[in-house]
């Protein structure tokens, strides 16, 4: 055959064989760099597995020895309630989770560089919990990295959404989200970047607060990605109600949080701002003209904002300005101004998990081809160009600070939106409902509702109204979204199959108002919860 001819000539030969050396080698020192990774991630799983049986066997006794007791009536008391009855001697529960660095154990990321490196003392956070008297007990998954709104990692696997197993509980503080929802437990702590305090409280139907960056201490904390000065990383709680939330910020803005960090400003809870109840004004939106929101983000919306006019508040129309600019080239401008190197080297040596994969793969691209695909995509799917563009990083500290600069100009021209409007709080939509696992990674630009507020660094908290009807899923036939891109596509198939699947309203307040901002989610849990209940 002329094929095998042509297949014999040697210089043929020659490159087959340098191309399958070259294979092979690449193969080998992938391998030989993961190593260490495949090493250490079966020790974790096999100290997961020894707690766990621990747990069950603690569990056991306790069967045991008081066979009468039912826990089920304890786990469902807000915590507020709990607090009571354990001041009134009525009970004495020790379990207040927590996940942060907490003495002799290891907060991973999901990233087996960070195995077996167990943290010498606790974290701020930690310390003053505890000196209030809780008692971390768990230590929740999260995302490879917590740089991904899903809730996966090569070490722990993936963690399912209680509320649906198809469908993943967010990110990236996810196990937090499904432990809660399913009355695991009555407290726990996040990290939010883009909305990982908030997706996975959205997601699980419970609620969650991201506070102002430095309101809480940060120090003892593990992160992937350190050092960011916009767009940063910040320390928030999650819980099954609003009071939760407000005792575990009554708890940790004290004195004792500013004494061992003293980098946190000295500003107790609010308690008058909390309780007041004047009537507010309040700004809303149902969508930020950049993610389309689904039928059910924006019903819950309509719904809040119509419950809260009829309590008496002025609930008034606002407009996000230019909130593509603000997501791409102020958003993700500062999430990859390193061009991600900080986020690959984490990585290094490491399995990456598959909801990262996309990220990773994107970033591990040199600059040239980058820049190449930005120019391509600009023709096909300008999200996406625009996503290659920022993913270039931005070069040199000078334009790095023409970037905060930027950052500080849209703070201020929407604080003077906002104070035109002589707004108290804003209200919007979160993102809802559950994604399909894997989805988050392909449907990225659709945390805008929320990132925004990591940009801006205002308080924002998430809490349930409602749960997706027939109605809302029938709905999507006719979602398009503004790009109709793959990002749009992604989104819509993402919420498919959500019928009773919980959704949250987004409530907002400006710099420093954590206090005026649960407030304003108390009044909009307890609204929502006076409407559903039979007079
Ligand atoms: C193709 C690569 C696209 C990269 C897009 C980046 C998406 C950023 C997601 C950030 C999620 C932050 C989660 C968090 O709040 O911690």
């Given at each position: ?5 042509w297949l014999?000539h040697p210089l043929v ?5 340098a ?8 193969a080998t020192?992938l391998f030989?760099?993961q ?6 991630i079966?020790?974790a ?9 621990r747990?069950?066997?603690l569990?056991e006794?306790?069967?045991q020895q008081?066979p009468?007791?039912?826990?089920k ?8 309630m709990?607090?009571?009855?354990m001041?009134?001697?009525e ?8 996940s942060?660095l907490?003495e002799?154990h290891?907060?991973?990321?999901g ?8 943290a ?8 003053v919990?505890?000196a ?12 490879q990295?917590l740089q991904s709104y899903?809730?996966?990692n090569p ?11 198809k469908?993943?509980?967010g990110g990236?503080s996810?196990?937090?989200g499904a432990?809660l929802a ?6 726990g702590?996040?990290t939010d ?6 997706i ?5 139907g419970v609620c969650?607060?991201?506070v102002?960056?430095y309101?809480l ?6 992160s ?5 000065k ?8 999650l819980?099954r ?5 407000a005792?575990?910020l009554r708890?940790l803005l004290?004195?004792?949080m500013h ?5 946190t400003p000295?500003?107790?809870?609010r308690e ?10 309040i700004g809303y939106?149902e969508?930020?003209g ?6 059910s983000?924006?019903r819950?919306v ?6 809260l ?8 129309p606002?407009?996000?300005p230019?909130?593509?600019y603000a997501f ?12 991600g190197a ?5 990585l290094?040596?490491d399995?990456v998990?598959?909801s990262m ?5 994107s970033l591990?691209l ?6 190449f695909?930005?120019w391509?995509w ?5 999200r ?22 930027a950052?500080e100009?849209?703070q201020?021209e929407?604080?003077?939106k906002?104070r ?11 993102l ?6 894997g989805?988050p990674?392909k449907?990225?630009?659709s945390i805008?509702y ?5 940009l801006?660094?205002?308080?924002a908290g998430?809490v ?6 027939p109605q ?20 819509l198939e993402a919420v498919r199959g ?10 907002i ?16 849990e307890?609204l929502?919860?006076n ?5």
């Amino acid at each position: 055959m002329p094929g095998m001819i042509w297949l014999s000539h040697p210089l043929v030969v020659l490159l087959l064989v340098a191309l399958l050396g070259a294979v092979l080698l690449g193969a080998t020192v992938l391998f030989w760099r993961q190593a260490p990774a495949r090493s250490k991630i079966p020790r974790a799983q096999k100290r997961r597995e020894e707690a766990l049986r621990r747990m069950a066997a603690l569990a056991e006794r306790l069967r045991q020895q008081e066979p009468e007791l039912d826990p089920k009536p304890i786990l469902e008391l807000p915590l507020e309630m709990l607090v009571q009855k354990m001041l009134a001697d009525e009970l004495s529960l020790e379990s207040v989770l927590c996940s942060y660095l907490e003495e002799g154990h290891d907060s991973s990321c999901g990233l087996a560089q960070f195995l077996e490196k167990p943290a010498a003392k606790d974290g701020v956070i930690v310390k003053v919990l505890k000196a209030q008297g809780a008692i971390p007990f768990v230590k929740t998954n999260i995302s490879q990295t917590l740089q991904s709104y899903d809730c996966s990692n090569p070490i722990y696997g993936q963690t399912l959404n209680p509320q649906n197993l198809k469908k993943t509980p967010g990110g990236s503080s996810g196990g937090e989200g499904a432990l809660l929802a399913e009355g695991g437990s009555i407290l726990g702590m996040g990290t939010d970047t883009g909305g990982s305090i908030r997706i996975p409280a959205s997601f699980c139907g419970v609620c969650g607060i991201r506070v102002t960056g430095y309101r809480l201490s940060y120090s003892g904390v593990a992160s992937a990605v350190k050092g960011r000065k916009a767009g940063i990383t910040v320390a928030g709680p999650l819980a099954r109600d609003v009071e939760s939330l407000a005792l575990c910020l009554r708890a940790l803005l004290s004195e004792h949080m500013h004494r061992l960090d003293p980098t946190t400003p000295f500003l107790p809870f609010r308690e008058q701002v909390y309780s007041s109840n004047r009537p507010l004004r309040i700004g809303y939106y149902e969508s930020d003209g950049f993610t389309q929101p689904s039928p059910s983000m924006a019903r819950a919306v309509k719904l809040t904002s119509r419950l809260l006019r009829d309590a008496g508040h002025q609930v008034i129309p606002f407009s996000v300005p230019r909130t593509e600019y603000a997501f791409f080239h102020l958003y993700q401008g500062t999430l990859f101004a390193d061009g991600g190197a900080t986020l690959l080297e984490k990585l290094q040596g490491d399995i990456v998990d598959p909801s990262m994969k996309n990220t990773v793969n994107s970033l591990r691209l040199p600059d040239s081809l980058k820049r190449f695909l930005a120019w391509i995509w600009k023709y096909i799917e300008p999200r996406v160009s625009q996503i290659f563009e920022m993913l270039c990083g931005v070069g040199t500290p000078k334009k790095l600070w023409e970037l905060h600069q930027a950052v500080e100009e849209y703070q201020q021209e929407f604080i003077a939106k906002w104070r035109s409007l002589d707004l108290d709080v804003l209200l919007s939509p979160a993102l809802d409902p559950a994604f399909y696992i894997g989805y988050p990674a392909k449907a990225n630009t659709s945390i805008s509702y929320l990132a925004l507020y990591n940009l801006l660094n205002f308080p924002a908290g998430v809490v349930p109204v409602t749960t997706v009807t027939p109605q809302d899923e029938k709905e999507l036939a006719f979602y398009k979204g503004y790009y109709r891109d793959s990002s749009d596509k992604n989104f819509l198939e993402a919420v498919r199959g959500s019928v009773g699947l919980s959704v949250a309203v987004q409530c907002i307040a400006l710099p420093w108002e954590e206090e005026l901002c649960l407030r304003f989610m108390k009044e909009v849990e307890t609204l929502v919860k006076n409407q559903m209940e039979p007079k």
